[in-house]
């Protein structure tokens, strides 16, 4: 079946006229941002939504800015955005990166960060990347406006703590620290496919440099993108040598989860992958933390 099932179409151009209809058609309703992910699922007859709220004329959602130490990116702001940006290149070189991994040119034209979160695919690059960085999420609707963790945003596979009356506003990051470094490795097929694995390494220094902060995301080895939370905590306060790297990439891959498929590969075989991406992530973000 190639045809969606019939629905009525709204294209609000605020966000409050977005908010009242969703408030007006509470779990009938389904947000289009770029598309790419709900179009192909009505098309496919697997999501029938009585109503599509399109958000694409909501300028009020589109933007990537610094305010002092946090840098604000709209939910509408498009996968390309985030891979052109001037100001991510510099502060926040590692979003721009995971951003240059999504799909391929026409899926980054069109897809947003905010679809790619709040469809919370386990394959999505972008929420590993938002996991690494601590991201902070703001949630709107009628009812008021909520900020979350992105470690509290993932419920399950395409599963998100977002109810139905509410939107995905901003997703806010702080500036990294000076000696900061960051990479995403993803491992795929063929050129723009989804991940068979992939990992967001983000580390700081301090000055005699001990490692200070850490932050980890697996992308497609679990029912959500992942945070190596025991990973992360084995690093902090460590000199980040060849061998603690190696234990940390080895305990990064205890925490994933991943399964068997027939298309990507077993369970081991992508576990054994999470370790070798983690392991070179983590000599980049390094690296690039040194001013490499
Ligand atoms: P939509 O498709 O418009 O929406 C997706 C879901 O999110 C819907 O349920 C919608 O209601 C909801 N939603 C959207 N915006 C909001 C909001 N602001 N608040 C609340 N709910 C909202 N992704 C990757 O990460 N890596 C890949 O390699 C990759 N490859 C792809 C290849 C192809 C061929 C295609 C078609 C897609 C691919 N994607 C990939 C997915 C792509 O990144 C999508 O852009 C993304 O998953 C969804 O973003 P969207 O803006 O298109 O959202």
Not at 35 to 47: E, N, Q
Not at 154 to 176: A, R
Not at 244 to 264: C, F, G, H, M
């Amino acid at each position: 079946m190639t045809v969606p099932r019939p629905f009525v179409y709204f294209c609000p151009s605020t966000e409050s006229e977005a908010l009242a209809l969703l408030r007006d058609y509470k779990g009938e309703a389904k947000i289009l941002a770029g598309g790419m992910s709900l179009i192909p699922l009505m098309k496919l007859r697997l999501v029938s939504p009585k109503y599509v709220i399109d958000i694409n004329r909501i300028e009020s959602l589109s933007y990537i800015k610094q305010d002092r130490d946090k840098i604000r990116i709209g939910a509408l702001t498009r996968h390309h955005d985030l891979e052109r940006s001037d100001l991510l290149k510099k502060v926040l070189p590692i979003l721009s990166e995971t951003a240059s991994w999504v799909g391929d040119p026409q899926v980054r034209n069109m897809g947003t960060i905010g679809g790619s979160l709040s469809h919370a695919d386990p394959s999505g690059d972008l929420g590993s990347c938002i996991i690494a960085l601590r991201g902070e999420l703001v949630i709107k609707s009628e009812r008021g406006e909520r900020t979350i963790s992105i470690d509290n945003f993932f419920v399950d596979t395409f599963t998100t703590v977002l109810q139905p009356d509410e939107m995905l506003k901003e997703i806010i990051i702080n500036v990294p620290k000076d000696r900061s470094g960051g990479a995403y490795l993803k491992l795929e097929r063929r050129a723009g496919d989804f991940a068979i694995a992939a990992v967001a390494t983000q580390i700081s220094l301090d000055p005699k440099g001990i490692c200070s902060y850490a932050g980890i995301g697996l992308t497609a080895v679990g029912p959500t993108n992942l945070k190596a939370k025991k990973a992360e905590e084995f690093l902090l306060g460590k000199e980040l040598n060849d061998k603690v790297i190696e234990e940390a990439a080895e305990i990064a891959a205890s925490e994933a989860k991943p399964t068997d498929d027939p298309l990507r590969g077993s369970a081991e075989y992508k576990r054994a992958m999470v370790k070798v991406l983690t392991k070179r992530a983590l000599k980049i973000s390094l690296n690039r933390a040194r001013g490499g």
